[in-house]
């Protein structure tokens, strides 16, 4: 099941679904940090950079409207996601205290970190695609090294009865938690399995898995 609807941080918020048979679901409410004091086109991902204050802000009032009371709350170990759940949680006293879960980091991109994209060589994308799942891009981590340690808090959620959380995060998370909740455990094959939407900068999704 997908339905999408307009978030008043002017990004979409996609609400997806897939019940598997005997499995206790986590509802997770995964916000992406707000946009990042960085030009444009360079990649990024395990680089610590800070979000544009006034972005944090808006998104964190965006979520505050809609997310239920008490729930607990676990944000990513880089700065620009900290910022987001800092002002989420002066403006949401009731959810609980955050807590840094560095499997929510964005994917390392080793030796790409802060390069332009148009400058990466073509043969490193190239390589990436034929072996999406196990090729290290940039020489640090693979995709499913990713999948795996969210796969691996989404797991300890259910192992602590969890069943409603909040996450804040980053694109490549985000995508992760998406994937699990369409395969489940099972290993990604190629980029076409990969999920193609992630929620703007300072937007949300909902997706239970």
Sequence with gaps: MVSARRSSSASYCFILAWRWPYEVLVKLWLLRHA??????GLCYGAS??????????KAAQAAAKELPLKLPLRVSGLKRAQQLALELCRLRSDLQPPVVDQRLNEMDFGSWELQPWDKIPQTAFDDWMADFAYYRFGGVESTQQ???????????LRNQAVQEAVWVTHAGVIRAVAYLSVAGSRKITSVGEWPKHAPDPGGFVVIEC
Excluded: M, N, Y
């Design 35 to 40: 946009k990042v004091d960085l030009d444009e």
């Design 48 to 57: 610590d950079l800070t979000a544009i204050a006034h972005l944090s802000l």
């Design 146 to 156: 990713v999948i795996q340690r969210v796969a691996d808090a989404i797991e300890e």
